[in-house]
Nanobody, 124 residues
């Protein structure tokens, strides 16, 4: 089974940057999409960014466009989320997921099959 392990979370001041990594236990294109989601206390899980495994096309939530960048390195079986100009409202637990989804539903966490354990991002 595919396993995902996130890393790179932490605490940062507003305006700062963090880079999250999501290591997969197997070849990244087993499922066609990888995505980052986040969930803050008392809020719904939110799709943040996604990347098509084969084409590399990326998708972003409006709230992070221009600030976050998703990428993947298939040779390392790893996906990344570069987060710049962080805001207080970006504080959440971030999860990476992988699944066979369509591009018009990349933000729907219910369609993803495998999840990591999550990594906390705190912006003060």
């Amino acid at each position: 089974d595919v396993q995902l392990v996130e890393s790179g979370g932490g605490s940062v001041q507003a305006g700062g940057s963090l880079r999250l990594a999501c290591a997969l236990s197997t070849f990244t294109c087993r499922h066609n999409f990888m995505a980052w989601f986040r969930q803050a206390p008392g809020k719904e899980r939110e799709g943040v960014a996604a990347i098509s495994c084969f084409s590399g096309v990326t998708y972003y939530a409006d709230s992070v466009k221009g600030r976050f960048t998703i990428s993947r390195d298939n040779a390392k079986n790893t996906a990344y989320l570069q987060m710049n100009s962080l805001k207080y409202e970006d504080t959440a637990t971030y999860y990476c997921g992988t699944g066979s989804v369509s591009s018009d539903s990349w933000y729907d966490g219910g369609r993803f099959d495998v999840w990591g354990q999550g990594t906390q991002v705190t912006v003060s």
